[in-house]
């Protein structure tokens, strides 16, 4: 596993030369954590040519779209079935490149797409907001902070198709911004039934409660805070009727969401995600997240207690003499 991410880091497959051939039957979904945490996809179901502004303590993002419109959330059905394929790979050792040769049919049935000819029309249409949406921003992936502006997907072609007009399998290249997250396992496994979310907003609000609730037994955000990092383009009043009927509907895969008083959105992990009792996190006293929003002013602190215990978990789930003291140490060295 090491070699095959060191090779993707440097040398002839970290450059993205070779073709990696996505043949990975029922991969797991995951997603890479940065389009998790920030808005990027428009949640519009009718072409949105905005030019989409979003800046979150350090973060700055610039999505600009091409004539075609902005890529869309369920755009993003590509990039999900593309990191699954390689994060595939990657675990089984195997050597993997950022281009990637699919079949159309296998990518339409793991997203829960029709396999008719509309179904293959809408998939072209997808790739061409995908290669013609560019993003201008400082997110960090793999460990690198760099200004910069690429598209979702850096290109794509049609490498096969039927007689009759129809692809059958497609070569996609994928940004190397992209790529480097997938590299650094910067992902998320997402549940099946993520793609039979067919409203947008639900797409959105699972994937951040996926980011920032985990399997801790909650998550908390404000309404104004969610509207921003949702990305929606609805007015704030329409946007938490959305979220209420949501909360009430309770159809979101792994989490339940509720709304609690001080315009606030609970959400909880469904029964199944639960930790047992001796590895659930630590909690984190109210004066600790005061302190958090003191070192770094304008943070969304539950994002940054969802990060630090995600961090903590993947590092072992050591015993801490002092949760408080262990988190704002971490916070600081995020300044």
Known sequence: ?????????????????????CDV????????????????????????????RYVRGETEITVTPSVKGLAT?????ILIFCVSQLMAAINAGRAVSRRLHLRAHDLLEACG??????????LREAFERLAGTRITTNIVTGEIETTTGFGLIESWEIVRKTRGGRMVSVAVTLSE????????KSVLTLSRDYFRLRKPLERRVYELARKHCGRQPAWRISVEVLHQKSGSASPRRVFRKMLRDMAAKDGLPD?????????ILRVRPRDHLLEPAPMAAPSLSPEALDA????????????????WRDVWARTGRRRLRSADGAFLGWVKKRR
């Open 292 to 307: 958090a929003r003191a070192l770094i002013p304008g943070a969304d602190v539950y994002a940054l207690e969802a990060e």
């Open 25 to 52: 039957l029922g991969a797991i979904p995951k997603a890479d954590m940065a389009t998790m945490e920030h808005p990027v996809f428009s949640l519009s179901t009718r072409p949105d040519l905005r030019v989409l």
């Open 113 to 122: 797409r029709e396999t008719s000819g509309d179904g293959y029309r809408r």
């Open 73 to 77: 959330i369920h755009d993003k059905d």
């Open 1 to 21: 596993m090491a070699q095959a991410v060191g090779a993707a880091s440097g040398g002839a497959v970290g450059a993205g030369q070779g073709v990696f051939s």
């Open 255 to 263: 989490y339940h969401i509720e709304m609690e008083a001080g315009d």
């Open 177 to 184: 911004w992209l790529y480097r997250a997938i590299c650094a």
